[in-house]
T-cell receptor, first 117, second 112 residues
Framework: AQKITQTQPGMFVQEKEAVTLDCTYD???????LFWYKQPSSGEMIFLIY??????QNATEGRYSLNFQKARKSANLVISASQLGDSAMYFC??????????????FGTGTRLLVSP | DAGITQSPRHKVTETGTPVTLRCHQT?????MYWYRQDPGHGLRLIHY???????DKGEVSDGYSVSRSKTEDFLLTLESATSSQTSVYFC???????????FGQGTRLTVV
């Protein structure tokens, strides 16, 4: 069965520093997708970044990058140059199967990031 | 922002009463999902839909039913609400060829 593990309940970082949020996954399906979502205190779920299992390069979206290490089954989120607005809960999620449109997701328990001035 | 509207946004109900949550989309996306979010569990999938009148169970479907009679609407029903169903409920949509799912604003349900 697919599973996502986020071992860091909380992380602290100073403004303008980089931070890495850990995510490991378990699946027997060779085709899968990995996602990161941000949930600010207002409660909405905001899509940040996606990595497909067959993608050769790590995904990047602005200040977000996904450090994909397939052999280790890890998909860590790196936020460069943290901003106060990055303070939020961050969820790692996985989709099994090749259909990129069908997003039946399994989520980790989340990491709460606090950015200090 | 993706056009997803959940209603109601907040609801308090009594144990044993039926409750229906509505998810409405204006994106004409094929797939729709209902998740619940609880502390220590992240989000867990309750039910999902492949299209009109085509639904299936997720990880935590006991006590819930769904219906999708139109592409734009996906209803989640708690036939007889229990305190364990106190949670925040999220609707999500996705479409063929798209990498991500878009989430609604969430509905906070309290069963007393």
């Amino acid at each position: 069965a697919q599973k996502i593990t986020q071992t860091q309940p909380g992380m602290f970082v100073q403004e303008k520093e980089a931070v890495t949020l850990d995510c490991t996954y378990d699946t027997s399906d060779p085709s899968y997708g990995l996602f990161w979502y941000k949930q600010p205190s207002s409660g909405e779920m905001i899509f940040l970044i996606y990595q497909g299992s067959y993608d050769q390069q790590n995904a990047t979206e602005g200040r977000y990058s996904l450090n994909f290490q397939k052999a280790r089954k890890s998909a860590n989120l790196v936020i460069s140059a943290s901003q106060l607005g990055d303070s939020a809960m961050y969820f790692c999620a996985m989709r099994e199967g090749p259909d990129t449109g069908f997003q039946k997701l399994v989520f980790g328990t989340g990491t709460r990031l606090l950015v200090s001035p | 922002d993706a056009g997803i509207t959940q209603s109601p946004r907040h609801k308090v109900t009594e144990t044993g009463t039926p409750v229906t949550l509505r998810c409405h989309q204006t994106e004409n996306h094929r797939y729709m999902y209902w998740y619940r979010q609880d502390p220590g569990h992240g989000l867990r999938l309750i039910h999902y839909s492949y299209g009109v009148k085509d639904t299936d169970k997720g990880e935590v479907s006991d006590g819930y039913s769904v219906s999708r009679s139109k592409t734009e609407d996906f209803l989640l029903t708690l036939e007889s609400a229990t305190s364990s169903q106190t949670s925040v409920y999220f609707c999500a949509i996705s479409d063929q060829g798209a990498a991500e799912a878009f989430f609604g604003q969430g509905t906070r349900l309290t069963v007393v």
